[in-house]
């Protein structure tokens, strides 16, 4: 009997001791497996937020809407006495462009589960309002009332400008913003978001100067 209960208190000592290793190595495995998990995660979600700055800043400048105009414009000129005169009619054409013009200013939040993002977008401003063409319609020359190059520039600048601002006032901002919030959620849910939330700065009036 002291044999037989000697030899089961020895196979109990080893069941427990193989028991304790095999929880041992279960509680390590889990744990790699863990660790490992939590890693392929924080990489993808590295992954991924690197992918949205990098398709963001590849955006450089977004121009949003485009609008194109023509428009004439005419000067005179007349000596002191009135004696001799000129005069020009030049048309013209050109585009105004508005949109962001630079996303480097842009920030994201990318959420835990990767599903949804939230961009903060800088504000929406014209980016430009480029002469596309221009002709003489009708001129006189008069050598003693000259008409210089430099004029003729100045006061197409000055139409262009008028032009621009009209353009303003009907809502042109507000469309170039609405433009830019729909582009940049179709190129993010594009990516395979989920959910989109997109938020633009507060656009400033300002006034733009013109090089003479």
Known sequence: ??????KAGRFVRSLVIKLCIILVCAAALTAAFLYAWKEYNTRRFNALSAMVSSQLIRCAELT?????YSDIVSLKKSEALGLAKSYAIIRYSGTIRAG????????FTVSADRTSVRV???????????ISSMEVFDEYKNIFAPISSREIFEEINRAKNKIEQNFVV??????????SVL???RLLSAMGFKAVEVILAETRTETRETAQ
């Open 1 to 6: 009997m002291p044999r037989l209960q000697k």
């Open 64 to 68: 949003a809407v485009k609008a194109v």
């Open 100 to 107: 962001i013009e630079d996303f480097s200013g842009a920030s």
């Open 120 to 130: 903060q977008l800088p504000p929406v401003r014209i980016l430009g309002n480029d």
């Open 170 to 179: 009907q809502g042109l901002i507000q469309d170039a913003e609405l433009q």
């Open 183 to 185: 582009i940049v959620r």
